[in-house]
């Protein structure tokens, strides 16, 4: 089974509005740490937002929080006010503690509208 | 602070020849990953050390990768011979392991191999 699912391959926002990003993850370690990243056109790839799996609130950094529901085993990305710099490619991903890897979903593309 | 170094930043080299891709990572850190990035098969984990000793090569392609890290400031990932389909970005990427998991990675700019 995939460890990290994103299910969007592409999304447009228009450009001030707010955007989800999916991401659904499988684990059965009690301890884990759930990322995102940011890679524009450029090629880098950016650390945005964690959220742990015992944090009894969601993340936020910013523009970016995490609408982390723990049940559902979702870790979804929520990009506020959306800038045309916000186009890139995001990527989940999670690290369990029993392991030191760490797994990454296929990425969403997300386009900004102006 | 600097980052995780790679060099060089972009190579274009022809089938068959050798391919060394190097990878500086942020002092302190004692977990080193390298990943590969293509269009059609996305992120891919190759291998992965912790406290310099490999731990997971699962994802290496063949035999003609080979990756080492003889110290806790410097790896390389080699490629010989090298083949078309090894075209690629290659990033390397460094992290803390300890019992704080939010000790996160840290990439790298990415080498960008092509191989004519």
């Known amino acids: 089974a995939q460890k990290i699912t994103q299910t969007q391959p592409g999304m447009f926002v228009q450009e001030k509005e707010a955007v989800t990003l999916d991401c659904t993850y499988d684990t059965s370690d009690p301890s884990y740490g759930l990322f995102w990243y940011k890679q524009p056109s450029s090629g880098e790839m950016i650390f945005l937002i964690y959220?742990?799996?015992?944090?009894?609130q969601n993340a936020t950094e910013g523009r970016y929080s995490l609408n982390f529901q723990k049940a559902r085993k979702s870790a979804n990305l929520v990009i506020s006010a959306s800038q045309l710099g916000d186009s890139a490619m995001y990527f989940c991903?999670?690290?369990?503690?029993?392991?030191?890897?760490?797994?990454f979903g296929t990425g969403t593309s997300l386009t900004v509208i102006p | 602070d600097a980052g995780v170094i790679q060099s060089p930043r972009h190579e274009v080299t022809e089938m068959g020849q050798e391919v060394t891709l190097r990878c500086k990572p942020i002092?302190?850190?004692?977990?080193l990953f390298w990943y590969r990035q293509t269009m059609m098969r996305g992120l891919e984990l190759l291998i992965y050390?912790?406290?310099?000793?490999?731990?997971?090569d699962s994802g290496m392609p063949e035999d003609r990768f080979s990756a080492k890290m003889p110290n806790a400031s410097f790896s390389t990932l080699k490629i010989q011979p090298s083949e078309p389909r090894d075209s690629a970005v290659y990033f390397c990427a460094s992290s803390y392991r300890g019992p704080i998991l939010q000790e996160t990675q840290y990439f790298g700019p990415g080498t960008r191999l092509l191989v004519l």
């Open positions: 050390f912790n406290n310099n000793v490999p731990i997971d």
């Open positions: 959220q742990g799996s015992y944090d009894q």
């Open positions: 002092s302190g850190h004692n977990s």
């Open positions: 991903a999670m690290r369990e503690l029993t392991g030191n890897q760490f797994y």
